[in-house]
């Protein structure tokens, strides 16, 4: 069973257009997370939420919007797409309410590729 | 902003020797974490060490933390082809509203 999926894997998509990646866990945990892995593998928080409920919110464009319809789910859409976008995005997951006292559970990536 | 940095950048072994890589960051912290990520693939969670604890093993990985120096070494023993990946530091500052902040992550490949 995965405990973290994400879908699509790979995304290549024009610039403008506007896409979702999909994330689910079937962990039981209460925190879910989006990070924006760039070419040099650095690593950058975007959002989490915890039981649907928005706790972080980098400073990210305002195109990106995450989504939790239940705290098993947490989308992201992306509007009006830009080269820039292009990154491998990481869904996680990880238990409790104070999301970094445990280790987190990584999805496997969504390779995102703009044109 | 970036809290880890892994040091080095970039290692190449042989089998069945030892790959040390070290992790220094800026702020107090929760607890450091240590990640693994093959290419391709997603991270996987190594080990958790928290800020009072200054040793701790699991299997042939072996991790200090020394928060007087604010730094971390990650110790894989008997190094395996299969330990070929990159490996990523990650640190929580234990407030409610954080995430974990990683590294820039050591490269290592591991050549048999």
């Known amino acids: 069973d995965t405990a973290v999926s994400q879908t699509p894997k790979y995304l290549v998509t024009q610039m403008g257009n506007d896409k979702s990646i999909k994330c689910e866990q079937n962990l039981g945990h209460d925190t879910m997370y989006w990070y924006k892995q760039d070419s040099k593998k650095f690593l950058k928080i975007m959002f989490s939420y915890n039981n649907k409920e928005l706790i972080i919110n980098e400073t990210v464009p305002n195109r990106f919007s995450p989504k939790s319809p239940d705290k098993a789910h947490l989308n992201l859409h992306i509007n009006s797409l830009e080269l820039g976008d292009s990154a491998v995005y990481f869904c996680?997951?990880?238990?409790?309410?104070?999301?970094?006292?445990?280790?987190?559970?990584f999805g496997s990536g969504t390779r995102l590729t703009v044109v | 902003s970036q809290q880890g940095e892994e040091d080095p950048q970039a290692l190449s072994i042989q089998e069945g020797e030892n790959a040390t890589m070290n992790c220094s960051y800026k702020?107090?912290?929760?607890?450091l974490q240590w990640y693994r990520q093959n290419s391709g693939r997603g991270l996987v969670h190594l080990i958790l060490i928290r800020s009072n604890e200054r040793e701790k093993h699991s299997g042939r990985l072996r991790v200090t933390l020394d928060t007087s120096k604010k730094s971390s070494s990650l110790l894989i023993t008997a190094s395996r082809a299969a330990d070929t990946a990159s490996y990523f530091c990650?640190?929580?500052?234990?407030?409610?509203?954080?995430?974990?902040?990683f590294g820039k992550g050591t490269t290592l490949s591991v050549s048999s």
């Open positions: 996680a997951s990880s238990p409790g309410t104070f999301g970094a006292n445990y280790g987190y559970t």
């Open positions: 702020t107090s912290i929760n607890n």
């Open positions: 990650a640190t929580d500052a234990g407030q409610a509203g954080t995430a974990l902040i």
